[in-house]
């Protein structure tokens, strides 16, 4: 539990205890004066950056309970706000909570505002906290601060009453439905044999004040708890139970109050308020009176802090990712040397098998490869056998065809009709590549030669070269057959020029060439 | 938030922008090291891998040895593994030659450059070259071309593939039309290519070195 500095300011006295580990030690108490205010603040030069929780029990609060149409988010605060001003002009210190709704058709919100409505109490001594830079939690009324006792002693009655003795009179706080209606401190007699008269006295008068406000009837049983924490006040619980019968009444005496809510003996009888900044320290109430402009500091504060633990958390998580990233690179870098080392122990193990292996001049895989290469290779290889015995037979069955030149090329490339090589298919640019298994190369052969005789016969030369073409294209090998050149260029767009004398004798020469092209597979 | 809360919040905002900013630089750092380390520990456990299934197949691998080891051999006689003997391709022309019975052949060898159609063969680390060598000759028939190459294959000097082949009639024989007894008729040329290929030394050719 965070610790924080507890402050309950009186017309009387100043109370201040520092909270620290779920408990307070004991109480300073200053006097409500110039001196006080002295002393005060040299005991605050040892509460360096602690937030600051303030209690007021004073005379001058004031408590009402309202129903106002039900509303919700900005509305609700504007009305709200509209309200408080409207209550509390002279204040900064008010609050407003909602305590539930109406049970008629309406069913309006029912708020109780709360106020300190004499700021100049608390002024002094508010000053001295910010003159420190404490960051002020909150101020509270004293009896919302009390509403813990009932919950934390488990006492839930309809309507309950709760009584103590403080320096500055008797205060009656009114719960109905363990909710906070109404408190006020009446000055009466606290010491002397008066006293408990006194204090019943209140007592009934304050009934009859819940009358008139028509919070409960006078019919309606009510449940008296006083807060005894010096133990004095056990008569009045005897004279109550004799008096009033319809008042159920419980004293909790030191020791009760002690064991009850874990406040030791010395702390609680260090200070008439220690019971209360006990209460404050266990659980601040939602009643808050101090404006934002007090508040502002812890609203820094709290930011500072958030801002400080994402720090931390950051640091830790880096640090944390860091640690595991460090921790597997170490963990890799060593798989990675048993790794190498099992590598070359397996290399070591492969080196001394192979010294039972023949003498051969390169590995296994390249021997068998090597093997394979030359089988493709010699599977690839061609001559141009097939294609010389294929255009001898075509020769054979057209006679007139008298061949001058024959060209043959196994390249990806076809060979030139102009007699030469073809150009290197490395060096070719347009062959298309080869399909998968291949290489791309075919064969192709050129064929140059005449028609003999000639007698200016174009037709028939023409013809005959045709036939010839015809021939060898009925062959299964052969993919193409092409006349590249004829005896007579007809082409429209080329000139044409010629003798027609009709002789017995040769006349000229009708020349052709004729490129044949084999399957890729051939 | 106001310009005041800003103010109180500079120093622990500053504070961890810092330790955000060696944190970013620290991650930073450590996750290119650790993808680097476990990288490398890939690599080395595929080496390994590699090793223990070399070691395994040592045995199908000295199968393999005795299998190939004799072909490798016979090529590396025949002049297609290892360095160009063109001593021996002359020589193999020359034989040739005088078997068939031509009239001499003239021959030109161009430097060796890599085998064009080495890639299609799925080399490896096997390095194929080839060497040119044009060829020009006469011949009394065009049976006596394929004599030829035939006889050069038999000669064993090396091992070659034939690219192109051209046979043109003797310009006076297709002028007469009266052909000579034992006179060149034809006029080839052709073009070879005499193919060799290195291969890397083994771990066992090493061991004997």
């Known amino acids: 539990m965070a610790d924080s500095l507890l402050i309950c300011i009186s017309a009387a006295q100043v109370s201040a205890a520092t909270w620290h580990d779920g408990r307070f030690a004991r109480c300073t108490v200053f006097g409500n004066d110039e001196n006080g205010v002295v002393a005060f603040n040299e005991f605050l030069q040892n509460s360096k950056r602690m937030p600051v929780k303030v209690i007021v029990d004073a005379i001058e609060e004031d408590y009402r309970f309202e129903s106002m149409p039900h509303s919700f988010g900005s509305d609700r605060s504007e009305m709200l706000n509209r309200k408080l001003k409207q209550h509390y002009r002279n204040t900064p210190y008010f609050s407003a909570r909602l305590q539930g709704r109406d049970p008629g058709k309406r069913r309006d919100d029912r708020y109780l505002f709360c106020a300190l409505t004499n700021p100049e109490l608390i002024a002094n001594w508010l000053k001295a906290i910010q003159a420190r830079d404490l960051p002020v939690v909150g101020i509270y009324l004293l009896p919302t601060v009390s509403a813990v006792l009932p919950e934390k002693l488990k006492i839930k009655p309809p309507n309950l009453l709760l009584v103590s003795v403080h320096n500055a009179g008797m205060r009656l706080t009114y719960f109905r439905d363990q909710k906070l209606r109404i408190s006020r401190l009446a000055r009466t007699e606290t010491k002397g044999a008066g006293a408990i008269k006194g204090y019943a006295e209140e007592i009934s008068n304050t009934r009859l004040y819940l009358h008139a406000l028509r919070v409960m009837t006078l019919d309606e049983h009510l449940s008296v708890l006083i807060v005894d924490g010096n133990d004095s006040l056990s008569e009045l619980e005897q004279s109550i139970g004799r008096d009033s019968p319809n008042i159920d009444c419980r004293r909790i005496g030191r020791q009760e109050i002690s064991s009850s809510l874990g406040i030791g003996i010395p702390s609680l009888e260090s200070s008439s308020d220690a019971l209360y900044l006990h209460l404050l320290g266990l659980r601040a109430p939602e009643h808050n009176l101090a404006p934002a402009t007090v508040t502002a500091g812890y609203r820094q504060h709290q930011l500072r802090r958030g801002v400080y633990m994402l720090t931390v958390v950051s640091t830790f998580a880096i640090a944390a990712w860091c640690a595991l990233a460090v921790y597997q690179i170490i963990d890799t870098g060593i798989d990675i040397e048993n790794a190498k080392k099992q590598t070359s122990g397996l290399q070591s193990q492969y080196l001394e098998e192979t010294r039972q292996f023949p003498a051969a001049p390169t590995s296994a895989e390249n021997l068998e490869r090597v093997i394979e290469i030359s089988k493709k290779i010699g599977a690839t290889t061609r001559s141009p056998e097939l294609m010389m015995q294929m255009v001898s037979e075509a020769l054979e069955q057209n006679p007139a065809i008298h061949m001058r030149l024959f060209g043959w090329s196994y390249d990806r490339a076809e060979i030139a009709n102009d007699g030469n090589a073809s150009k290197s298919a490395a060096s070719a640019t347009n062959i298309p590549p080869p399909p998968p298994g291949t290489d791309g190369r075919k064969q192709s052969a050129l064929i140059e030669g005449e028609v003999r005789p000639f007698r200016g016969d174009f037709r028939a030369a023409i013809e005959s070269i045709n036939n010839f073409a015809a021939s060898l294209s009925k062959n299964a090998e052969v993919a193409e057959v092409k006349v590249v050149k004829m005896p007579l260029d007809i082409n429209p767009t080329l000139s044409l020029s010629g003798n027609t004398t009709d002789s017995g004798e040769q006349t000229g020469r009708a020349e052709f060439k004729l490129v044949i092209v084999f399957k890729q597979s051939v | ?209």
């Open chain 2, 1 to 209: 938030m106001n310009a005041d809360d800003l103010k109180a919040l500079r120093n622990p905002l500053i504070l961890l922008a810092v330790i955000v900013a060696i944190g970013a630089g620290a991650i930073y750092y450590l996750d290119r090291s650790l993808t680097a380390a476990r990288r490398d520990f890939a690599q080395q456990t595929n080496l390994m891998r590699d090793a223990r299934t070399k070691l395994q197949r040592s045995g199908d691998e000295k199968l393999v040895i005795v299998r190939h080891l004799p072909n490798y051999k016979n090529l590396e006689r025949l002049g297609f593994v290892g360095e160009e003997q063109r001593l021996n391709w002359v020589e193999g022309l020359r034989l040739s030659n005088q078997q068939s019975q031509l009239f001499g052949i003239t021959y030109q060898i161009s430097a060796q450059q890599p085998y064009p159609y080495a890639s299609d063969l799925n080399p490896g680390q096997i390095a194929l070259h080839q060497s040119l060598m044009k060829i020009t000759f006469n011949l009394l028939h065009e049976g006596d071309l394929m004599r030829l190459l035939a006889t050069l294959g038999k000669q064993g000097a090396g091992f070659f593939s034939v690219n192109r082949c051209q046979l043109e009639r003797s310009g006076a024989s297709v002028a007469t039309g009266a052909a000579i007894r034992y006179q060149p008729h034809l006029r080839g040329d052709c073009e070879l290519a005499w193919i060799t290929l290195t291969a890397p030394p083994g771990v066992t050719a090493e061991k004997k070195q």
